[in-house]
């Protein structure tokens, strides 16, 4: 029988001190992360909490403990998680404990969610389906922002999490809403 991890990735106070932030498109995210955490609860399911760090450590850097922004996104439901770890890469797979802690809790699905759905979310997923992890890919609980292309154009975040949808489903991930997500987690729990 299956297992079931949530991965909350980068969901972290940091980006609100980007130039780039936009609330608009984080309040539904919000929703969904929190939603997905209730639901986890509510099921037993392990979650994973993953901040990223890296930079000169000083406060000018979101993403250094020395600007007390690495900790939960405002909004964010409370959490207990099972494992909370730092990374310093895209992947929350590299460099951390966190491969190791999977296996000897004898987790085979991950269900992803976070910050930035073209970046660390899916190059998590990518390295998670590569080394032989079933994931559940939940666009809707992942954010991103606005991109200028290096033509000149500008890509939506709508545009970035169907593309990323795009090249995930059915070779990375199974794409799931949250409902879905939670739905074959509690399915799939011993």
Same mark, same amino acid.
């Given at each position: 029988?299956?297992?079931?991890?949530? /991965?909350?990735?980068?969901?972290?106070?940091?980006?609100? &001190? %980007?130039?780039?932030?936009? !609330? %608009?498109?984080?309040?539904?995210?919000?929703?969904?992360?929190? &939603?997905?955490?209730?639901?986890?609860?509510?099921?037993?399911?392990?979650? +994973?909490?993953?901040?990223?760090?890296?930079?000169? !450590? *000083?406060?000018?850097?979101?993403? &250094?403990?020395?600007?007390?922004?690495?900790?939960? /996104?405002?909004?964010?439901?409370?959490?207990?998680?099972?494992?909370?770890? =730092?990374? *310093?890469?895209?992947?929350? /797979? $590299?460099? #951390? $404990?966190?491969?190791?802690?999977?296996?000897?809790?004898?987790?085979?699905?991950?269900?992803?969610?976070?910050?930035?759905?073209?970046?660390?979310?899916? #190059?998590?997923?990518? *390295?998670?389906?590569? =080394?032989?992890?079933? +994931?559940?890919?939940?666009?809707?609980?992942?954010?991103?922002?606005?991109?200028?292309?290096?033509?000149?154009?500008?890509?939506? @975040?709508?545009?970035?999490? =169907?593309?990323? @949808?795009? $090249?995930?489903?059915?070779?990375?991930?199974?794409? $799931?809403?949250?409902?879905?997500? /939670?739905?074959?987690?509690? !399915?799939?729990?011993?």
């Amino acid at each position: 029988m299956s297992r079931t991890a949530l /991965l909350l990735i980068d969901v972290q106070d940091s980006f609100t &001190a %980007r130039p780039y932030w936009d !609330e %608009r498109e984080a309040t539904p995210f919000l929703a969904c992360c929190n &939603a997905l955490l209730a639901g986890a609860e509510a099921a037993g399911l392990p979650v +994973v909490r993953v901040f990223h760090t890296d930079g000169p !450590e *000083h406060p000018d850097n979101p993403f &250094a403990h020395a600007s007390g922004r690495v900790r939960p /996104l405002p909004g964010l439901r409370p959490v207990q998680p099972a494992l909370e770890i =730092e990374k *310093h890469r895209h992947s929350a /797979l $590299v460099g #951390t $404990v966190l491969p190791v802690w999977l296996r000897e809790q004898r987790i085979d699905r991950l269900i992803v969610c976070g910050i930035r759905t073209e970046q660390c979310c899916e #190059t998590t997923t990518r *390295h998670a389906s590569d =080394e032989g992890w079933t +994931v559940d890919y939940c666009t809707e609980a992942t954010l991103t922002f606005d991109m200028d292309t290096p033509d000149g154009g500008r890509l939506s @975040a709508a545009q970035i999490r =169907e593309r990323t @949808a795009t $090249v995930l489903a059915g070779r990375f991930a199974t794409l $799931v809403s949250v409902e879905q997500a /939670l739905a074959r987690a509690t !399915e799939s729990t011993p």
